[in-house]
């Protein structure tokens, strides 16, 4: 198979894994992001591209480990609604910049 068309199919499929992917861990605008899942999300289509350009590379493993990337996020949303301190650990605690209409100075800081 040519160069060229081998790097049609492998990006045809890893169109359709991601996007699988993407619907699995669900939509949230950039802004909604915690940093974890933002790495997450550069790390998987990290891997894509490597994987459809990687030619030496198995096209089974590259989707193994996206699917590695996208589980890990999923199970710490999982977790993050059961326990508190986890989801303190992962996502950070929010800083009350105005309390009783008061500004915080301390907080901004």
Do not use: C, H
Request: aromatic share 12%; charged share 20%.
């Amino acid at each position: 198979m040519p160069e060229w068309l081998e790097v049609v199919v492998r990006s045809l499929i890893f169109v359709i894994v991601l996007f699988f992917i993407t619907k699995w861990l669900g939509k949230k605008q950039l802004s909604e992001l915690s940093f974890f899942e933002y790495v997450t999300g550069i790390t998987i289509g990290s891997i894509g591209a490597e994987v459809v350009m990687g030619f030496e590379r198995n096209i089974f493993n590259g989707i193994i480990g996206i699917m590695i990337f996208a589980a890990i996020p999923f199970l710490a949303g999982l977790l993050s609604l059961k326990s508190k301190a986890f989801r303190n650990f992962i996502e950070g605690r929010a800083t009350v910049l105005i309390k009783d209409g008061k500004i915080m100075e301390d907080n901004l800081k």
